[in-house]
């Protein structure tokens, strides 16, 4: 299958290079997708190495033959994956927010196409109760919400949002496609 991952800016961003490797071991075609600050904590060389795809960020809404890419690369895809997602991407899409390429490309995602979500933040923000509602309004719009692991987190507390280990979130995508779920 074509998997569509976008990748956001937590620190666990640099953990899609293990989801990328594991997709493609697993036999999908994946092109990322990723926020300006996703590129902060992932290289936008290894994550187009890995890919073996040109990574579509901010300042790329054209593709070289003149089409629109972030409607494009929709059109390309068969699943649209976001691995970490982060409390600030969680509400652009809740809210149906566009003033970046990811979210952009969220809105333009076709309605019958699985859509799977794993979040990453401190555990504080992630039991906030209007991240709560975003998540809960993703999962009523179709969206598979994944649990967040639970340990150390790079902030140095321990407890619940840690992003789900890359072999995990693979099996997860896998299991649930293949059953023709969400």
């Known amino acids: 299958m074509n998997i569509l991952l976008g990748v956001t ?15 493609k071991a697993t036999g999908h075609t994946v092109k990322v997708v990723a926020t300006e600050s996703a590129l902060s904590f992932a290289s936008e060389h290894a994550l187009a190495v890995l890919s073996e795809s040109r990574v579509l ?3 790329v809404f054209w593709d070289r033959d003149g089409g ?9 895809a068969d699943v649209f994956v976001v691995a970490p997602a982060t409390a600030n991407i969680i509400a652009k899409f809740a809210h149906g927010l566009a003033d970046d ?3 952009t490309v969220n809105l333009a995602v076709p309605p019958e ?11 504080v923000m992630l039991n906030n109760p209007v991240v709560q509602r975003n998540l809960q309004d993703l999962d ?10 639970d340990g150390k987190l790079a ?6 949002g840690k992003l789900l280990k890359p072999r995990e979130i693979v099996g997860i995508i896998n299991e649930n496609i293949n059953k023709g779920e969400r």
């Open 113 to 123: 196409t699985p859509k799977f979500l794993f979040p990453a933040m401190n555990t």
């Open 57 to 59: 960020k901010d300042e």
């Open 155 to 160: 902030c140095g507390d321990i407890g619940s």
């Open 68 to 76: 629109v890419a972030h409607i494009e690369i929709t059109k390309w």
């Open 140 to 149: 009523e719009l179709g969206w598979f919400v994944a649990n967040t692991a």
């Open 9 to 23: 800016g937590g620190i666990a961003a640099y953990k899609a290079c293990d989801i990328i490797s594991g997709l």
């Open 101 to 103: 390429v990811l979210s």
